[in-house]
């Protein structure tokens, strides 16, 4: 699916910031930015994701802060008024 049309059908930008414990040091943590577009407010995307790092990575997870925006509203979209045709 292209980007537009993922924005029209209700994606939107999310971005999780990720804490984690360093599989070594398990006593600091690293931090893991992960950005997609993601269906709110269900979020599969985002969840497939952090599935996969629990089940796959060795780094176990500390704690996890997500944010998204719409970049596409509907009061942006509006038909045109004209339409020309070129050669």
Do not use: C
């Not at 006593?27 to 930015?33: E, K, N, S, V």
């Not at 997609?36 to 269900?42: G, Q, R, S, V």
């Not at 790092?53 to 060795?58: F, G, N, P």
């Amino acid at each position: 699916m292209k980007e537009l049309e993922r924005k029209l059908n209700g994606y939107v930008l999310t971005t999780a910031e990720i804490l984690y414990h360093l599989p070594d040091y398990p006593d600091f943590l690293q931090t893991y930015i992960w950005q997609e577009y993601d269906l709110a407010p269900k979020y599969p995307t985002l969840k497939k994701f952090l599935d996969f790092w629990e089940s796959k990575l060795d780094g176990r997870l500390h704690s996890v802060r997500f944010a998204s925006n719409k970049l596409i509203y509907p009061n942006e979209l509006r038909f045109a008024d004209s339409q020309y045709k070129l050669h």
